[in-house]
């Protein structure tokens, strides 16, 4: 007997869900005998072959570790104090295995299912809560991107909204922290948006402005008092937006009560890890008169069916990328995975825990300033919180140089100042080295012990807090860690997350995320590197960026990446900024048309918008494509001013259109640029490449294809891809080699959970990855094939087939029965499914997208839950069950539904047991059907008080 020596790479077969003999059956199914014959048949003639994987093989799941694991090694971690917006902190442990490290969090999608969702939503809710009640503003969403972002949406919100309706003119205060201000005015320019960035001290003129930005503390760690300011801006019919320190408002006066109009940050310091810049959840507060207009998500309190107090995701036709054209932000994926373990750290340090840590903070660096001060050297602020400024002089550079050797980083200000800002994680020792990195050679520290006994806050006694915090019964419960750790466990177990079920979510790709892609990104080699640390301190980082840009490079057929947007929508607006750029070097300045198929997702249309392009809607066709000949029509009409084509491939409806290589041919010829949407990428990788197709810049969803988990609404990463003629254009930061254009706060954007998708392309290799992709097309077209008899697929390609997703169409079965899809979708809940998507890109259907993580068994579960669902419509057709009172209409059934009498015309077996292997391991949804419309009208955003749930 021979044993094969070298090691196996496991990790591709244990990726993918079918086995061999599975796949086999399931060929067999759909008439093919090889794989290589299936995607022959799906993949169009013209763009095949586009794909050349020139990766390495996969390495096993060990090595891969043992890989990454030397790089993450090169990451050097210094003593740093350079705050700036990002601060150390501690994530408390069991945060960190609970719910940051735990699949039954981190593998939740968007709870836009809020019954399956009760868990995510009510963490989220006291998120918002959190914000509302730091900021001192009642209305807070459920995160942003990250600050700067967020400090972009309070200024289009403060256009929108304020009464100098003329004016186009934003002021930004110079003690906004630089990247702020960078990302500010990337995203004023091509709205026409004039930023005017100066020190608000000296403004003398204010009715220019119809919006102010203001930072709090300010940048540079004064703490000044903005009430007179507002009072003026306000005067002169100005809204003003504050950048606020979370932290620092368990201190200080909130801006809701100082006259702020909104308050925007980022929520990093409530236990989230620097991570070299992210992912981070920034936060935006409101006030109440502005909700309907407030960017991101909201999660809002409504009632069930019988009229039980449920959470649910508030004004979802609200939501901005819904609205399309009419969008005002392209917001979609955001930071809820984030969001949760800040709201988790404020429920376990509670208010007093919180102004402790504050309070620490702040009196380590008043000692800190004192110290400083005696040792002779200028210290800037009177009034600070944790942060100073030091006037060094011309000594500047010798003390980082110092700092340097010491391994210790202080902010790089000018050549005249450097800034310090102390965190959580400082102590007595960290104000010493200070003192002593400061201190002249041979001169004599001061004593910390009676410093620390006569020094006092500096916080201007007109700005120290009055208004209470976070006393909700949920901040002040759960501070023992056998309680948190219960509370936790408890709004897991409400949830359906990848751990328990597929999550079949067309254009959302839910696949494995694999326990050893995931387990670097906690290694405090990538976890506590702060973003703006001297370059030679992230050799590591380079690396794996570097090689993770070829990776997407070989994968996509472009040439050049970007990492620096943090979600799908954020590639999308740096793409679009790409393409304009090119045009206005070419002295094209007039071209602004974006053309935009029907069918798009709604993030390309707002994206376009906030890009200052046109947008102009082409048709589709009755079988879903793009209608050629009305693209052609419409891009030879728009020829002088075509700026590009937003095409999403292979299309939302889930097709892969022959004619793309003609529609891109179209869109050049008429001096325009093709944006290939790359959000179904999981259908290409290996098989076709968008670069080499037509393609100029695509964006990819690290979140979808690339196995970075949804984290039940973002974090995610989505980079883009360009061909050379773009490479130029792409994001810089000031942090980087090009300067401008920033589109988020960090240059790497999320650079903590890229090892994901690095440790997924390494394990995989090119092989894999193509395997990956053709697996993901039979699962989709087995499905396609066992309902087809049920429900009608809606659209395929001229052979018949789908490519990684499918439509079922639900509307004659609405005609026939009144069952609607919507129905459909929560009778699944009683099987313990996860809905497809529903109603996009077509109303009244469901779209399926199983991945190829799926295995046959858990394909062949849901196709019976959708055969037996079928069954009962069948059933309520020919008036077996009542129109109304069936088990469809009721879905899902609760526990609480079954004790008591029992009314309706069928089983309670029926109701909660409709196929028997559901008795072992029944997921039982915590709330009934929710009343959206009853929860918008009466819009109640942060946590009830207790005696109304108990009312209730
Ligand atoms: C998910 C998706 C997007 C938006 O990506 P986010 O990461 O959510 O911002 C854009 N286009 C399509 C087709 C998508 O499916």
Redesign the pocket.
């Known amino acids: 007997m021979t044993i094969n020596l070298s090691t196996a790479n496991e990790f591709i077969a244990r990726h993918i869900g079918p086995r061999q003999a599975d796949e086999q059956a399931m060929l067999a199914t759909l008439g093919f005998d090889s794989l290589e014959g299936l995607s022959a048949s799906v993949i169009p003639q013209s763009i095949k072959g586009t794909s050349v994987l020139d990766l390495p093989d996969g390495q096993s799941e060990a090595d891969a570790l043992a890989s990454i694991k030397a790089i993450a090694a090169k990451n050097q971690l210094c003593k740093t104090y350079i705050g700036q917006g990002y601060y150390n902190c501690h994530t408390p442990s069991p945060i960190l295995r609970n719910l940051l490290e735990n699949p039954a969090w981190y593998t939740a999608y968007t709870p836009y299912q809020p019954e399956i969702s009760q868990g995510r939503l009510e963490s989220l809710l006291n998120f918002q809560t959190l914000i509302s009640d730091l900021t001192g503003l009642p209305i807070s969403n459920a995160s942003l991107l990250d600050e700067a972002t967020a400090a972009a949406e309070a200024m289009t919100f403060c256009k929108r909204l304020s009464k100098n309706k003329s004016s186009h003119s934003f002021f930004a205060s110079s003690h906004c922290h630089p990247q702020t201000l960078d990302v500010l005015r990337t995203r004023a320019e091509p709205l026409g948006i004039k930023v005017v960035v100066a020190d608000e001290r000296e403004l003398t003129d204010v009715s220019p402005f119809f919006g102010a930005l203001l930072q709090y503390p300010a940048s540079n760690g004064d703490v000044f008092d903005y009430r007179e300011l507002v009072e003026r801006f306000h005067s002169a019919n100005a809204l003003v937006a504050v950048a606020a320190d979370l932290l620092a408002l368990t201190l200080l006066t909130p801006p809701g009560e100082f006259g702020a109009d909104v308050a925007i940050g980022s929520a990093q310091r409530f236990g989230v890890p620097l991570g070299f810049g992210g992912p981070h959840a920034a936060y935006f507060a409101t006030r109440d008169t502005f909700k309907r207009d407030m960017p991101g998500r909201l999660v809002g309190v409504s009632v069930d069916r019988h009229g039980k107090p449920a959470l649910r995701l508030a004004m979802q036709t609200r939501e901005q990328h819904i609205r399309r054209e009419k969008a005002t932000s392209?917001?979609?994926?955001a930071q809820v995975l984030l969001a949760n373990i800040a709201s988790m750290y404020a429920v376990y340090h509670g208010p007093k825990g919180l102004i402790q840590i504050a309070q620490r903070i702040h009196q380590l660096t008043a000692i800190l300033a004192q110290g400083l001060s005696a040792l002779g050297l200028t210290v800037e602020q009177e009034q600070f919180f944790d942060t100073l400024t030091l006037n060094t002089g011309n000594n500047t550079a010798a003390l980082h140089t110092k700092a340097h050797a010491r391994q210790i980083n202080l902010r790089v200000i000018d050549g005249q100042r450097l800034g310090l800002s102390l965190d959580e994680t400082s102590g007595q020792s960290d104000v010493i080295a200070l003192w002593a990195l400061l201190a002249a050679d041979g001169q004599a520290l001061p004593d910390f012990e009676a410093l620390a006994s006569t020094v006092t806050s500096t916080l201007p006694p007109a700005l120290q807090r009055q208004s209470p915090i976070l006393s909700h019964p949920v901040f002040n419960r759960y501070h023992s860690e056998t309680e948190l750790m219960r509370y936790l466990r408890r709004l897991a177990d409400k949830d359906l997350a990848l751990d328990r079920t597929m999550i079949p979510l067309g254009?959302?790709t839910m696949k494995l995320n694999a326990a050893s892609e995931m387990i670097p990104v906690t290694w405090a080699e990538f976890g506590n590197l702060h973003p703006f640390a001297p370059a030679e301190q992230s050799l590591g980082y380079q690396q794996l960026t570097t090689e993770l840009e070829a990776m997407l490079c070989a994968a996509t057929g472009y040439d050049a990446i970007s990492l620096q947007p943090n979600?799908?929508?954020?590639?999308?607006y740096a793409g679009l900024l790409a393409i304009r750029a090119y045009h206005h070097s070419r002295g094209d300045e007039r071209r602004d048309i974006c053309l935009i198929p029907s069918s798009?997702?709604g993030?390309?249309p707002a994206t376009a918008n906030m890009a200052g392009m046109r947008v102009v809607v082409t048709a589709c066709d009755a079988r879903g494509n793009v209608d050629i000949e009305d693209l052609r029509a419409k891009a030879i009409e728009h020829s002088d001013h075509l700026a590009a084509l937003m095409i999403?491939y292979p299309s939302?409806h889930g097709v892969f259109e022959e004619g793309i290589r003609e529609i891109c041919g179209i869109i050049h010829d008429n001096g325009g640029q093709v944006y290939i949407?790359g959000?179904?990428m999981n259908a290409m990788v290996g098989l076709c490449a968008p670069g080499k197709f037509g393609g100029d810049v695509s964006?990819l969803?690290l979140?979808?294809t690339f196995c970075i988990p949804h984290g039940g609404g973002g974090p995610?990463v989505?980079p883009i891809g360009v061909k050379s003629h773009l490479t130029p254009f792409l994001p810089g930061h000031a942090a980087m080699e090009r300067k401008e254009g920033a589109v988020c706060a960090a240059p790497f954007g999320s650079a903590s959970i890229l090892p994901i998708t690095w440790m997924y392309i390494r394990m995989m290799g090119g092989e894999g990855l193509k395997r990956a992709s053709q697996l993901a097309i039979l699962n989709a077209n087995y499905i396609a094939r066992r309902l087809e008899e049920h429900y009608p697929v809606l659209y395929s390609g001229s052979n018949g087939l789908v490519a990684h997703e499918c439509i079922l169409d639900l509307r004659p079965l609405k005609e026939s029965s009144g069952i609607s899809v919507d129905d459909v979708a929560k009778r699944l809940i009683d099987f313990g499914f996860h809905a497809p998507t529903m109603s996009f890109p077509v109303a009244g259907t469901l779209m399926i997208e199983p991945t190829e993580s799926e295995s046959k068994e858990e394909l062949d579960r849901f196709c019976q839950a959708m055969i037996c669902i079928r069954e009962e419509i069948r059933e309520v057709e020919s008036g077996g069950l009542d129109k109304e009172d069936n088990p469809l209409k009721n879905a899902p059934h609760t526990a609480a539904e079954m004790i008591g009498e029992w009314t309706h015309p069928y089983s309670r077996e029926q109701a909660v047991y409709p196929v028997a292997s559901l008795i072992e391991g029944k997921y039982w949804p915590p709330v009934g059907r929710v009343d959206n419309v009853f929860g918008d009208r009466n819009l109640i955003c942060a946590c009830p008080s207790i005696e109304s749930y108990q009312e209730a």
């Not at 979600?567 to 999308?572: I, K, P, Y």
């Open positions: 392209n917001i979609c994926t254009s959302c979600a799908g929508s954020q590639g999308e798009a997702h993030t390309n999403t939302t949407d959000a179904n964006h969803n979140h979808k995610g989505g």
